[in-house]
C-alpha cells in the first residue's frame, strides 16, 4: 500500500470514529467554525471606506479580498493535510493565534501594503474552518456524512452572515479599524474555546511531511476527484465574484450606499444556512445530482439582471444576491459530501484540503475578475463573466451527468 493508505492516518481516524459527537457538540464546533471562516469576509463590506481612508482605488482595495483567500488557499494546502496524522486541536489553537495577530496588525496597518499582508496572514489562520470540519467528519457516522456536512456548511454560513453584516455596521460604529480589533479578539476566543472545549485525539506515527504533501496531491489522479475540485472552484468563483461586484456598484451612485447598509445584505445567506443543511440530507438521500444541476441553472440566472445594461433596482439586486447564495450553497454541501464520500477515512482531510484549495484559488480568481471586469465596465461586464462562469458550471454537471459518485478504493 501507499502513503495515501498509510496506517498511522488509520490509527487516528479509527480511534476518532470510535465516539461520535452528539448533536451540541456538532453544533459547538460548527460555531467555533463560523467564528475562524469570519476572518475572510470582515473586510468586504468596508472596501469603500478602507480605500478612501488609504487612498487608494476602490478597485484596488478589492485585492483585500484576494489576499486573504489566497492566504487561505495555501494555508489548507499546507496545514490542513496534517490533521490526518496529528491532533487537530494542536493544529486549530495555534492557527486561531496566527489569525488574532493578523487581524490585531491590520486593525493598525497605518499603508495600504501592510493591510494586504495582514489579510493574507489571516486568510493562513482561518485554516481552523476546515480543520474543525473534517474532524466532524471523521467523527460523524459514515452514512449521514451529508448531514454532518451540512451543519457544519451551516456554522460556517452564519459566520460568513455575521461577519458581513457586522463587518458593515461596525465600519459605521466605530470604524473599519474597530472592526478588525473586535475580531482579533473573536479569535483569541476561539483559540481559548478550541483548547477547552475539543477532546485530544491520539497521537499517530509521524509522517514525513514532504510524503504527505506528495499524498495530497496525488489524489488529483482520480478523475472524480478532478471533477468535484473543478465543481467547488467554479462555484465559489461565481459566489466571490458576485459579492465583490454589488459591494462596488452599491458604493457607487446611484446608491451610495454605506458599508453599514451593504453589510446588511449579508443577511440573505441566514437562508443560504438552511439550504446548506437540506442540501446535505438531499445528498444522504440520493438526490445529490438533480438539485445541483437545478442550481447550476438558478446560479446563472442571478447574473442576468446586471448583465442585462439595465438599471437594476434594489430589489432586483437583493433578488439576484439570494438565488446567487442559495445556488452557491446547495453546489457547495452536495460537492463536499461527495468528495468526502469518495476516499477512506485516513484520506478526509487531504481530500478535503485539495477541494478548499480548488474553493478559495476559485474565489480569488473571481474577486480578481470583479475588480478588472468592473474597471472596463462596471456591474455589466463583471456579471458577464459570472454568468460565462455558471455555464462552465454547468457543463460540467452535464459531463458528469448520470454518474454516481461512490467510494474509492485506497491506491495500492
Not at 465559489?236 to 459591494?247: K, R
Not at 459530501?337 to 484520506?347: E, F, I, N, S
Request: aromatic share 6%; glycine share 12%; proline share 4%.
Amino acid at each position: 500500500m501507499s502513503e495515501l493508505s498509510n496506517p498511522a492516518g488509520t490509527q487516528l481516524l479509527a480511534a476518532s470514529a470510535t465516539e461520535p459527537p452528539t448533536r451540541r457538540t456538532l453544533m459547538t464546533w460548527s460555531v467555533l467554525a463560523g467564528v475562524a471562516v469570519g476572518n475572510l469576509y470582515w473586510s468586504q463590506p468596508m472596501l469603500d471606506r478602507i480605500a478612501k481612508d488609504l487612498d487608494v482605488a476602490l478597485a484596488d482595495a478589492g485585492l483585500l479580498v484576494t489576499a486573504v483567500q489566497l492566504g487561505y488557499a495555501i494555508g489548507i494546502l499546507l496545514v490542513v493535510p496534517l490533521g490526518d496524522v496529528r491532533d487537530r486541536r494542536d493544529l486549530i489553537v495555534p492557527a486561531a493565534i496566527v489569525s488574532a495577530i493578523a487581524l490585531f496588525a491590520s486593525a493598525f496597518a497605518g499603508e495600504f501594503a501592510v493591510l494586504l499582508a495582514a489579510s493574507f496572514a489571516a486568510g493562513v489562520g482561518a485554516v481552523s474552518t476546515q480543520l474543525l470540519t473534517t474532524l466532524a467528519v471523521a467523527r460523524g457516522p459514515a452514512d449521514e456524512r451529508g448531514r454532518v456536512v451540512g451543519v457544519m456548511l451551516a456554522g460556517i454560513l452564519g459566520g460568513i452572515v455575521t461577519a458581513r453584516v457586522l463587518g458593515g455596521w461596525g465600519a459605521t460604529l466605530v470604524g473599519w479599524r474597530g472592526v478588525f480589533a473586535v475580531a482579533g479578539v473573536l479569535n483569541v476566543g476561539l483559540a481559548i474555546c478550541a483548547r477547552r472545549l475539543i477532546p485530544a485525539e491520539p497521537t499517530a506515527t509521524p509522517v514525513p511531511y514532504r510524503r504527505l504533501l506528495a499524498s495530497t496531491v496525488g489524489l488529483l489522479a482520480r478523475p472524480r476527484l478532478r471533477h468535484q475540485v473543478a465543481t467547488a472552484a467554479t462555484t465559489f468563483g461565481c459566489c466571490s465574484l458576485a459579492w465583490t461586484a454589488v459591494t462596488f456598484q452599491l458604493s457607487e451612485e446611484p446608491y451610495e450606499y454605506t458599508p453599514a447598509r451593504i453589510g446588511v445584505l449579508g443577511l440573505v445567506g441566514l437562508l443560504g444556512i438552511a439550504t446548506a443543511a437540506l442540501a446535505g440530507r438531499w445528498h444522504d438521500r440520493g438526490r445529490g445530482a438533480a438539485v445541483t444541476g437545478v442550481a447550476w441553472v438558478a446560479l446563472f440566472s442571478s447574473f442576468v439582471p446586471g448583465a442585462s445594461g439595465v438599471g437594476t433596482p434594489l430589489a432586483v439586486v437583493v433578488g439576484a444576491l439570494l438565488l446567487m447564495d442559495m445556488s452557491t450553497q446547495v453546489n457547495s454541501a452536495v460537492t463536499q459530501a461527495r468528495m468526502l464520500d469518495a476516499v477512506p477515512a485516513t484520506l478526509t482531510s487531504r481530500a478535503n484540503t485539495l477541494l478548499v484549495v480548488g474553493i478559495f484559488v476559485g474565489g480569488a480568481a473571481g474577486s480578481a475578475a470583479a475588480s478588472i471586469a468592473w474597471r472596463h465596465g462596471g456591474i455589466e461586464a463583471s456579471s458577464l463573466v459570472g454568468a460565462s462562469g455558471a455555464v462552465l458550471g454547468l457543463c460540467l454537471w452535464l459531463r458528469m451527468r448520470g454518474q454516481r459518485l461512490g467510494a474509492e478504493e485506497p491506491s495500492e
